[in-house]
């Protein structure tokens, strides 16, 4: 039904909506002690940039192929350069050693609808 309402099956429709921007990390947190400090400090940042938490934890149940994640994040900016503004800001710039000191994982920005 929310297809027929905003038509998009119409070949313009993309260029009509705005496309959101989203971080998405598989995050595997080798030093929860010293992580504690990145926890805290990284919500208001994204939040002061316009982002948001779609998920933060929880649990993961891999189904297909070979990839075993073990805390998934998902955050979702208005735009890419939204979210590329947050990434290389000095708002988190000034605490990303405290994730990448204590965890590993790997990261992907993705636009999407």
Do not use: C
Request: proline residues 5%; negative net charge.
């Amino acid at each position: 039904m929310l297809d027929s309402i905003l038509d998009i099956g119409n070949p313009n429709y993309r260029g009509q909506m705005k496309m959101a921007a989203y971080l998405i990390a598989d995050i595997e947190v080798t030093n929860p002690e010293g992580f504690k400090k990145y926890q805290e400090a990284v919500p208001a940042t994204i939040a002061k940039h316009g982002g948001k938490y779609l998920v933060r934890g929880g649990d993961v149940e891999p189904k297909e192929g070979n990839w075993a994640p073990t805390r998934m994040v998902v955050l979702e900016f208005p735009n890419m350069t939204t979210l590329k503004k947050w990434y290389n800001s000095d708002d988190y710039q000034n605490i990303i050693s405290d994730r990448t000191d204590n965890s590993k994982g790997n990261m992907v920005f993705v636009e999407g609808y």
